[in-house]
């Protein structure tokens, strides 16, 4: 069964909006069921985003701190803070943790958590890899970057990164 972009794309955003299954329901006029079939076809149709760690802003010296208080998430981090295991003083308090470490800890945490995005310094333009290719395929990229004009690793190169701005 093909599910209409449009009718799915409406279902998530009324969701976003903090409408229940049945108040969608009842706005699209259908069932409950179909509503949750809409709004899983909307989030399938989505482009899965790449993740930060959860870390992501901390020093090595202070992740491996709180992984080794067994926190291993932001969330775990934020329910540690609610609990007063950075507070000096505190019954709950890590003994261990210094006031600079404290710091940084409450700095991280009040900082936004920002969506991932690969940036081209992720990448540096220098960087070599290695391609195996069958000894036909090689020719025929050698035959190929020669009528070109170019060479084969350009040719390569600039096959991949157009393949990249269609996405």
């Keep these: 069964m093909t599910i209409p972009r449009d009718q799915s794309r409406k279902a998530h955003e009324l969701q976003q909006q903090g409408l229940s299954l049945q108040q969608i329901a009842a706005e699209l006029d259908t069932s409950d069921d179909r509503v949750s079939q809409l709004i899983a076809a909307y989030q399938?149709?989505?482009?899965?985003?790449p993740q930060q760690p959860w870390w992501h802003g901390l020093s090595p010296h202070t992740r491996v701190f709180l992984q080794e208080q067994g926190m291993h998430s932001r969330a775990d981090v934020e329910q540690g803070y609610r609990d007063g295991l950075f507070t000096r003083g505190h019954p709950n308090a890590f003994r261990s943790i210094t006031a600079h470490l404290r710091r940084r800890i409450?700095?991280?945490?009040?900082?936004?958590?920002?969506?991932?995005?690969?940036?081209?310094?992720?990448?540096?333009?220098?960087?070599?890899?290695?391609?195996?290719?069958?000894?036909?395929?090689?020719?025929?990229?050698?035959?190929?970057?020669?009528?070109?004009?170019?060479?084969?690793?350009?040719?390569?190169?600039?096959?991949?990164?157009?393949?990249?701005?269609?996405?």
């Design 44 to 49: 399938k149709q989505q482009p899965a985003e």
């Design 106 to 167: 409450v700095e991280w945490l009040n900082q936004p958590v920002q969506p991932y995005r690969v940036s081209q310094a992720e990448y540096p333009m220098d960087e070599t890899i290695t391609l195996r290719l069958q000894a036909d395929t090689v020719r025929e990229l050698e035959r190929i970057a020669k009528k070109a004009g170019t060479k084969p690793d350009a040719l390569v190169e600039a096959l991949i990164m157009r393949e990249a701005e269609c996405k």
